[in-house]
């Protein structure tokens, strides 16, 4: 069975045509996308580098590690925002291939061909992000990088990611996250090594209301990313 939420595919679908307006629901991608691209490029040195961003979804990441020199292939099981990945190309000019495929099925076809791997804010859609962890190892080559990004689970990622950014702020479309799904950071590091993915950094994404500013830091505990390098 297909690791996937249908009803998780279709809210982005429903929305997809607005992915690349800046002022749309999908504004924080935009907003958090130089950050998260610098320190990806900074740890991997993403030019020339062969690249699979797992859930890509308009392709905003995707996008951007093209323009670094990065080959890259994008897999989403959304049609509808892989129809806007695929025509934002024309405007963007950008080089970038798309597919339909789950990285469970990829990994059964491709494995180990992927210098680097990015998976950013997906397994918070999907119904075993186990599975996609361990499709990540197969996916990316010895010695290869492995970048996810997540929302933690505690009371204070539920009042900020929940009902700060869908109730208050107005940020994201309400039901946009199930916090029965945020995962902790330990237990992505537990399941990232338990395949083979021993985790190199974490680091916390943080966002201040007022200033409308986000920023890279220490503080893990509502939104952060993880390095992982598969062992050689
Ligand atoms: C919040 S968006 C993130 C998009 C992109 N990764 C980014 O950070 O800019 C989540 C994406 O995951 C995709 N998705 C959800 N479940 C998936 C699955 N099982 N396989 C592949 N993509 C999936 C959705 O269609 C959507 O495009």
Redo the contacts with the bound molecule.
Sequence with gaps: M????PS??D???QL?HRWWDPTSE?RP?HE??PL?LEWIDGLAGLAGKRVL??????????EGMAGKGARVTG????DK?LAVARLHLLESGAAVDYRK???EELAAEAPGEFDVV?????L????NPGS?VAACVALVKPGGHVFF?TINRNPKAYLFAVIGAEYVLKMLPKG?HDYAKFIKPSDLARWAKSVGLPPQAVIGMSYNPLSKQYWLGSDTSVNYLMHTLRES
């Design positions: 297909i690791n996937a939420d998780e595919l809210k982005f679908s997809a999908f991608l958090i996308n998260r961003d797992i859930g890509c979804g308009g392709g905003i990441l995707s897999i989403d099981l959304s925002a495929v789950s990285a990015t998976c950013m804010e997906m918070e859609h999907v119904p996609v990004s946009t």
